[in-house]
């Protein structure tokens, strides 16, 4: 049974950098991507980024460049960089493992994509 | 404003079956697989339905998937109070090249 467990810096400055990191444990590391997926106090689920063992990333074109991905594959940790946060980016934080794979549907190929694992979550505050 | 649009509430009685749904359009819903999460008070998300409608290990077969279109819908039957959750529809989006959500539903069990 993977778990996943994350921490960081809770409280930031506006224009500073969040620095997350997530550990897999108990499960494979390879075959899945990891995310990081940020959920604003109104309840909305943003995805921000996903990277995978080989270390290639895809982005959410809103926050690409701000975001940096990457991957520790000695130790089964991810992290999470946001730079020049405002505001805005006060949200709960998850890193979760997603499934991504091709499904044929009535005789059409389809992506499925879903995130089966998540970290518990961080409350990251910007304010001044 | 979420991509996948959800109703903000929904409710019903202990052993009722409600029907949450899910709307996109072709670029996400239509075109590619819908999951379905289910979040209790304070804590993450919990896969509740992949891929249409299939159920991890360990979700109850009260819970269903399905979708027609660029529509999804979610049902539980035989509600129950534990039911009492936020229920977030989500899929991949061929323009974001992403993942996205709906807003999600709250659901009272009266």
């Known amino acids: 049974q993977v778990q996943l467990q994350q921490w960081g810096a809770g409280l930031l400055k506006p224009s500073e950098t969040l620095s997350l990191t997530c550990a897999v444990y108990g499960g494979s590391f390879s075959g899945y991507h990891w995310s990081w997926i940020r959920q604003t106090p109104g309840k909305g689920l943003e995805w921000i980024g996903k990277?995978?063992?080989?270390?290639?990333?895809n982005y959410n074109p809103s926050l690409k460049s701000r975001v940096t991905i990457s991957v520790d594959t000695s130790k089964n940790k991810f992290s999470l960089k946001l730079s020049s946060v405002t505001a805005a980016d006060t949200a709960v934080y998850y890193c979760a493992r997603a499934e991504d794979i091709v499904v044929v549907e009535d005789a059409t190929q389809q992506r499925g994509n879903w995130f089966d694992s998540w970290g518990q979550g961080t409350l990251v505050t910007v304010s001044s | 404003q979420s991509v996948l649009t959800q109703p903000p509430s929904a409710s019903g009685t202990p052993g009722q079956r409600v029907t949450l749904s899910c709307s996109g359009d072709?670029?996400?819903?239509?075109?590619?697989?819908v999951n379905w999460y289910q979040q209790l008070p304070g804590t993450a998300p919990k896969l509740l339905i992949y891929?249409?409608?299939q159920r991890p290990s360990g979700v109850p077969d009260r819970f269903s998937g399905s979708k027609s279109g660029t529509s999804a819908s979610l049902a539980i039957s035989g509600l129950q109070s534990e039911d009492e959750a936020d229920y977030f529809c989500s899929t991949w989006d061929d323009r974001l090249n992403g993942p996205v959500f709906g807003g999600g539903t709250t659901l009272a069990v009266l």
């Open positions: 990277i995978n063992l080989g270390g290639s990333t």
């Open positions: 891929a249409n409608n």
């Open positions: 072709t670029s996400n819903v239509g075109g590619n697989t």
